[in-house]
Nanobody
Framework: QVQLAESGGGSVQSGGSLRLSCAVS?????MGWFRQTPESSREGVAA???????SYRESVKGRFTASRDNAKNTLLLQMISLKPEDTGMYYC??????????????????WGQGAQVTVSS
């Protein structure tokens, strides 16, 4: 049973930066960040595999950077140049098994409780 816990959320002005952290209790091949608002379904923000290969949704490319420390089982998301559209509840997630890590919620079995990110204009 993998457990995850996010930290680092908060409120910033447009153009500001935040860093989210996720502590993972056990090893998983795939880790990812997802976000959700009351008006939207959960969407993939970034995914990273055990080798450090990453994928990002188009709207955050060049602004968000995901990384992981496999030894410490820690997932990070550095966010810069934040926009109001980035506002949402951010969840870290983990998936077992080998293979490509996609930004698809159904691929991930383990989820954190979420961290609120609010970006004001």
């Amino acid at each position: 049973q993998v457990q995850l816990a996010e930290s680092g959320g908060g409120s910033v002005q447009s153009g500001g930066s935040l860093r989210l952290s996720c502590a993972v209790s056990g090893y998983s091949n795939c880790m990812g960040w997802f976000r959700q608002t009351p008006e939207s379904s959960r969407e993939g923000v970034a995914a990273i595999d055990s080798d450090g290969n990453t994928s990002y949704r188009e709207s955050v490319k060049g602004r968000f950077t995901a990384s992981r420390d496999n030894a410490k089982n820690t997932l990070l998301l550095q966010m810069i140049s934040l926009k109001p559209e980035d506002t949402g509840m951010y969840y870290c997630a983990a998936a077992s098994g080998r293979g490509v890590c996609y930004r698809e919620p159904d691929q991930y079995q383990y989820w954190g409780q979420g961290a609120q990110v609010t970006v004001s204009s």
